[in-house]
């Protein structure tokens, strides 16, 4: 963000003046960004009061870029997820004994793929430092892309960075490097350039596509069948992303390909599969540098948080957290009233510290959302640990992961097709925060389901409490079929419709409109969290104490549902109130679409505005993108 001193806080910040218009070119000659306020209060099409109240909403034609762009975006995490779900195996696993050099186990065989054999301590280290940097990193390459770059650029130098990553891994998986132990310093740096390349990518490539969609501003437009509509922008927004998001889920069934080519051929195979599937990705980009609209960096506010957040913290220390006036002491105003103006220079006004306060209660939320994290896959690498204990008969273990993507695909429309209808055509309030208890609770579940199969296969495995580790003896699996882990992986993927969905609708329409990557920020900033814990406890994610590895985090969320419940179910009375007053349009909340959600509403109304590139940052990461 370009900053303006201001002392007295009376200015407000306003990027608009950036926005081109219709008859200007950016600096690169691409197609100018419709902006209503650069539009004028008046255009064609308008909807009067009356139009916006009775007609049907229909999203406008979707940009054939913008399905380039879910291509891109189905390349790139198709790619990555054929790699990701691979890492444990690699290196918590041997070369299975008989097998074919390349990694993979003799026919007919309960061995599971593997090449290092460094363990499940330094598997697990290194799965969760690979996700807690693919969700920490996007936080400075999203400030570096607002700030310096550009979009479109980043996700150039993310897919370049793609690139080495994965050639170094075909290299890593030569028979010869297997065999002598030298593929570990190449396989480690592939994983780790593999998750900075993320890291670049990931919170680019959404917005990019929004950005496509250059019509901001709801019209009045006549159907071939002679039906006056409206094309309403944000359902233009929430098909694009269904696109978006359909490609994402597509890409991450990469996984079950590279997973059958290490059990049956080997890693040179699946490490071969995501570079094949990356390999249209500089060729796409190429075709749409000129096409696409791109706005240049116009700055980021994330770092004016923060240095709001070091003023309050240095004003008045970590006692004052949470208090009333904590936030105050960073507004211009009262520094001035201080008489410290000299020692502390702000470049925002009063408001915007109002509105970073606003976003910080908006997403409180968030802070309970590691513990459902952890359930979901058990602490760490455990739930990948139990698999290698249970009888495959010829399944990849690392297949059966897939049901909690699954689970999400087949659960989605029957909530909001068939459960959600059917509860409010009963006029009963299932309001947000009841929504997320429900999603902790199935997580609990969940987390209760991977402890009991634990329990069972430490006590039925030839190898008893040491199961995963490099069991010798017999068959070396308990007689339970691997098949049971796809209930508790498919309840943890249920759970997160339950939790996400919801959250996000929440934090989107309290959050002021200008502090979309704030929350974005928080949001990655707690799944990040959850893979720091992961990786914290690498020491004691191992035999024995699988067992508890998932029973501790189920017990947490147990008590920890309860515990949110009861904090925020002030939150789903004042939501009611809000979605059922009809006397006041603007405050209409439609949480289960994007109307009111991620548009500007009367709760997250903000004077300050966001530079043209930030405007679409409100599409988030999460485990599952």
């Known amino acids: 963000m370009a900053e303006k001193p201001s002392s007295s806080g009376e200015e407000s910040i306003n990027h608009r003046s950036v926005v081109t218009t219709d008859v200007e070119k950016n600096g690169d000659g691409h197609a100018p960004y419709l902006d209503p306020v650069a539009m004028g209060e008046d255009y064609e099409g308008k909807p009067t009061e009356e139009e916006m109240s009775v007609l049907r909403r229909v999203p406008g034609t979707i940009p054939t870029i913008a399905y380039l762009i879910c291509i891109v975006e189905f390349c790139e995490r198709a790619s990555y997820y054929g790699v990701q779900p691979l ?28 090449a290092l054999g460094m363990g499940t301590v330094v598997a697990n280290a290194v799965t969760q430092s690979f996700s807690m940097l693919a969700y920490a990193l996007p936080l400075l390459f999203g400030w570096i892309a607002d700030a310096k ?44 350039i593999l998750s900075i390349g993320a890291a670049m990518f990931k919170p680019n490539v959404s917005p990019l596509l929004l950005d496509q969609v250059t019509t901001t501003v709801p019209k009045v437009i006549t159907l071939k069948s002679g039906e006056r509509v409206i094309q309403d922008p944000e359902a233009t927004t929430e098909r694009v992303m269904l696109w978006f998001y359909l490609m994402i889920n597509i890409g991450g069934f990469m996984g079950v390909a590279t997973a059958y080519s290490e059990k049956y051929v080997g890693w040179w195979l699946a490490f071969l599969i995501p570079l094949v599937l990356y ?10 540098r000129k096409r696409l609209v791109l706005h240049p960096a116009g700055g980021s506010d994330l770092p004016n948080v923060f240095k709001i ?25 009262n520094i001035a009233a201080a008489g410290l103006s000299d020692s502390y220079t702000t470049a925002w006004n009063d408001q915007f510290v109002e509105d970073v306060r ?8 968030f802070c309970f959302f590691p513990i459902q994290y952890l359930n979901d896959n058990g602490l760490g690498g455990a739930a990948n640990f139990l698999s290698t204990m249970l009888e495959t008969n010829g399944v990849p273990n690392d297949v059966i992961s897939n049901f909690n993507s699954l689970s999400i695909i087949a659960f989605a429309p029957i909530l909001n097709y068939g459960l959600y209808p059917l509860l409010r055509k009963g006029n009963i309030h299932y309001g947000p925060i009841a929504r997320i208890t429900t999603g902790l609770c199935l997580s609990t579940l969940g987390g209760v389901g991977y402890t009991l199969l634990n329990h069972f296969a430490y006590k039925q495995s030839p190898c008893g409490e040491y199961g ?18 796809a209930l508790p992986y498919a309840i943890g993927g249920i759970s997160e419709l339950f939790v996400n969905v919801p959250a996000y609708g929440l934090a989107y329409s309290r959050a002021p409109v200008n502090m979309r990557g704030l929350v974005s920020a ?9 893979y720091a814990i992961g990786l914290a406890c690498s020491s004691v994610v191992t035999d024995p104490y699988l067992t508890w590895d998932f029973g501790g985090p189920a017990i947490t969320g147990g008590v920890m549902a309860i515990i949110f419940y009861f904090t925020f179910r002030h939150i789903d009375k004042e939501e009611y109130v809000l979605s059922t007053n009809t006397t006041d349009p603007d405050y209409h909340l439609e949480l289960e679409g994007t109307r009111s959600v991620v548009g500007e509403n009367q709760l997250n109304k903000s004077s300050n505005k966001p530079a043209p590139i930030a405007d679409n940052e409100e599409m988030m990461i999460s485990p599952k993108q």
């Open 358 to 365: 606003r976003t910080f209660q908006a997403t409180g939320i």
């Open 468 to 485: 995963s580790s490099d069991c010798k003896i017999g068959t070396g699996v308990a007689p339970i079929t691997i098949w049971w882990m």
């Open 522 to 530: 928080l949001n990655l900033f707690n799944t990040a969290i959850a």
């Open 149 to 192: 770059t550009g979009r479109f650029k980043l996700i150039c130098w993310g897919v370049g960075v793609f690139g080495v990553a994965h050639v170094l891994m075909i290299g890593a998986g030569s028979k010869d490097l297997l065999a002598n132990g030298n593929a570990k310093i190449p396989y480690f740096i592939s994983v780790y």
């Open 279 to 288: 390999l249209p990705l500089p060729l796409l980009l190429w075709f749409l």
């Open 309 to 333: 957040l070091g003023i309050c913290f240095r004003r008045g220390g970590i006692k004052r957290v949470g208090r009333h006036g904590f936030w105050d002491l960073a507004k211009p105003s």
């Open 87 to 114: 890492i444990s195996n690699f290196v918590n696993r041997p070369l299975p004994d008989g097998g074919n050099g390349w990694g993979a186990p003799p026919p007919n065989d309960q061995q599971t793929g593997g």
